[in-house]
């Protein structure tokens, strides 16, 4: 195995989505070795055959050059879609009315020659109601419902436009009653596990129950496979109001969040998103939730080689507010240029974190961090102070279950976190922590041990000098968790 020796890193993760454009094991190596460590497959395109090869493909690169990069499924959710349309798509104009019924009428027309369409959730027809808006294709198509029926709704197009077979339907004035898990999620949850994928994310989380429910299913389908205890951590992606105005218990219970900006700018006031996701970030901090933004952020470089100046602007907003990652999705999945996506996110990250790292100030703790007593989250905390005035190079931590990972990370001190464990499944949830490279490797007998090893590591890799002052955190026994208590000053090639 030939490890990563001068991988470009910073402490902002980078997520990048697998598709046709990024699926060879070339790409691939391209993708990790310009920063990618998270790699997302969305369940809602392409086959399981197809994904297990993508999931093989990016285990052997990650073997081969000694980076464990993280895999995220994306499960596909309720989304309400609307049926076949006759002729495959219908022209709706402004001002003209259109019916939505609970089946699709025999001529694609009412009775009056309205065009008449209908929906994979015939329960819309129930649950919508006079007043509220009815949006087709992301919202390029908008409607008001003005009258309803035992059998369909009728509305008035307010924004018209082509809308064709399969186009995604938003309700964003209506609580709808689906299922926050459809069957088709329940196998994917069920092949994830099989396939050992790292994260899940939830689509149209409305409310904290909704990943207590996943949380039950993973814990069911563990059970029923054979392992108990198999721990897939869960990211909540916000793209509701109700998630927005639901986000405090949603934190109480997910193990990260994702800020989906292309449903929430659908479903919400589009002006109101830029606050809302500073508000999003801000609160997942406060908790100690990782945090993703994502949705379009360079999403000229589908087709363009570089991205806009309005984007670079975008990525490093985000940035700038400590977010733990940041997400591609077209630009890697289908774009022309994944690897250059990569390549400018990264170069974005770099200066972007290069000014903070200007200012630096020891931040106050998370508040449920501070309010929870944990002694590994205080040791954390009192590392960060001692890291700041030796002007420490790296903090290395052994964290078995990531949780001293988590603990440092949280704190959002610019310095690069090495955590060390024996778990290459943890070392790979590690992935999505801010600031945090994770090592995974057998437990030395002693932490004597695991110093020199982490000095030689961290010199032979050129990711340190002699002379530099290292924070060493761990306990005994290696590769117990729980244990951690310690904390040592190491100068770099020095043997103290």
């Not at 598709?19 to 391209?30: N, Q």
């Not at 989906?260 to 406060?286: C, F, N, T, W, Y």
């Not at 464990?421 to 932490?447: C, E, F, N, Y």
């Amino acid at each position: 195995m030939t490890d990563v020796e001068n991988l470009p890193e910073t402490l902002t993760k980078i997520v990048a989505t697998i598709g046709p454009a990024s699926a060879s094991e070339e790409m691939l190596e391209r993708l990790i070795r310009a920063g990618a460590r998270v790699f997302r497959i969305n369940f809602s395109h392409g086959a399981p055959e197809e994904h297990a090869e993508w999931v093989r493909r990016i285990r052997a690169v990650g073997a081969k050059i000694g980076e464990p990069p993280a895999i995220l499924g994306d499960l596909p959710g309720p989304k309400i879609r609307l049926n076949p349309v006759p002729g495959g798509s219908v022209e709706l104009h402004t001002g003209g009315l259109v019916s939505v019924g609970r089946a699709p009428a025999p001529n694609g027309a009412a009775e009056d020659s309205v065009p008449w369409l209908s929906t994979t959730f015939p329960g819309l027809v129930d649950e919508v109601m006079p007043g509220n808006r009815l949006l087709i294709a992301d919202g390029a198509v908008r409607t008001l419902v003005v009258d309803k029926t035992e059998t369909s709704i009728r509305c008035t197009v307010t924004h018209g436009g082509v809308v064709s077979t399969g186009k995604g339907v938003n309700l964003p004035d209506t609580e709808v009653s689906l299922a926050p898990l459809t069957a088709r999620d329940r196998r994917h949850v069920a092949w994830a596990l099989a396939h050992e994928v790292d994260f899940l994310a939830m689509s149209f989380v409305r409310r904290a129950q909704d990943l207590r429910e996943l949380r039950r299913l993973i814990e069911d389908e563990a059970e029923r496979a054979g392992h108990p205890g198999l721990r897939v951590s869960i990211v909540a992606k916000i793209e509701l109001p109700s998630a927005v105005r639901g986000i405090d218990e949603i934190l109480d219970v997910t193990d990260a969040i994702m800020i989906a900006r292309g449903d929430l700018g659908v479903e919400m006031d589009l002006a109101q998103v830029p606050v809302i996701q500073k508000d999003l970030i801000s609160r997942a901090q406060h908790h100690g939730t990782p945090c993703i933004v994502a949705t379009q952020m360079l999403e000229s470089m589908i087709d363009a080689p570089a991205p806009t100046r309005a984007e670079a602007s975008d990525v490093a907003g985000a940035i700038l507010d400590r977010v733990d990652a940041v997400m591609l999705s077209g630009e890697t999945a289908v774009g022309r240029f994944p690897d250059l996506a990569v390549t400018h996110m990264r170069r974005i990250a770099e200066c972007t974190e290069a000014h903070l790292a200007e200012t630096i100030t020891v931040p106050s703790p998370p508040g449920r961090l501070q309010a929870s007593g944990y002694h590994t989250a205080a040791l954390a905390h009192g590392v960060l102070t001692v890291a700041r005035d030796i002007r420490a190079t790296w903090l290395v931590v052994w964290s078995q279950a990531g949780g001293g990972a988590r603990y440092l990370s949280q704190n959002g001190f610019p310095i690069p976190i090495l955590a060390v464990t024996s778990d290459v499944r943890a070392a790979r949830q590690m992935q999505l922590l801010r600031g945090v490279t994770p090592l995974p490797m057998p437990a030395p007998v002693d932490i004597a041990a695991f110093i020199d090893h982490i000095d030689r590591y961290l010199r032979e890799r050129g990711r340190a000098e002699v002379g530099d002052d290292i924070i060493v955190m761990a306990g005994e026994p290696l590769g117990e968790v729980g244990v951690t208590n310690r904390m040592e000053i190491r100068v770099i090639g020095s043997g103290e």
